[in-house]
Each structure stands twice: as structure tokens, then as C-alpha cells.
């Protein structure tokens, strides 16, 4: 059975950093962190394939970095700068390559206060 687990959410200030860890039970081929904020859809946030590409959402690029160590099937997300309209529910997400297949983390709470 796919295990997502999350850790390093929390509360912090207005331009504070954040640091959240997704340790997978198995490697996958792309893995990411997509983000749900009340009464909004879920958004991708970030993605990083097994051989680095990444990819952004518009609002969180040059604050956030993705990165993976794939000796530990495990993805980061560094989130600097950070702002209130970040505050969500941040999910891990992992999929197969050439695969519909998505895997998801229980989820974690991210507060931004201002």
C-alpha cells in the first residue's frame, strides 16, 4: 500500500519560512505539492520529475523551491517569503510516469498570519 507522509506545517508570520518534507513508501516518477485553501479548488503548487524538472504555479515562483532526494523517495518544498494568501492545506502528490494514477498525503495545515 502507497504511504504519503507529510511533515513541517504550522503558523508562521507574514514573511516567514516554511519547510515541508513528503516521504514516500515507494519511488515514483513525479512528485509534487498541490494546496487547498477553504471554499477554493485544490491548485498544483509545485511538481519535480525524478530527473529535476520542475515546474511552478505563477504565485510561488521565485519563493517556493521543490526538491527531491530520490535515495529517500522523499520531496521538499521551501517555502520563503511567505505570504497570508499562502495559507491552505498543503498535499503531497506522486504519480508513475505515462500514468493517470495519482497518489495523495493526508494533507497539512499551512497559516500565514499578517
Known amino acids: 500500500q502507497v504511504q504519503l507522509v507529510e511533515s513541517g506545517g504550522g503558523l508562521v508570520q507574514a514573511g516567514g519560512s516554511l519547510r515541508l518534507s513528503c516521504a514516500a513508501s515507494e519511488s515514483f516518477f513525479n512528485m509534487g505539492w498541490y494546496r487547498q485553501a477553504p471554499g477554493k479548488q485544490r491548485e498544483l503548487v509545485a511538481s519535480i520529475t525524478r530527473g529535476g524538472n520542475t515546474d511552478y504555479a505563477d504565485s510561488v515562483k521565485g519563493r517556493f523551491t521543490i526538491s527531491r532526494d530520490n535515495a529517500k523517495n522523499t520531496v521538499y518544498l521551501q517555502m520563503n517569503s511567505l505570504k497570508p494568501e499562502d495559507t491552505a492545506v498543503y498535499y503531497c502528490?506522486?504519480?508513475?510516469?505515462?500514468?493517470?494514477?495519482?497518489?495523495w498525503g493526508q494533507g497539512t495545515q499551512v497559516t500565514v498570519s499578517s
Open positions: 502528490n506522486a504519480s508513475p510516469a505515462l500514468s493517470r494514477v495519482n497518489y
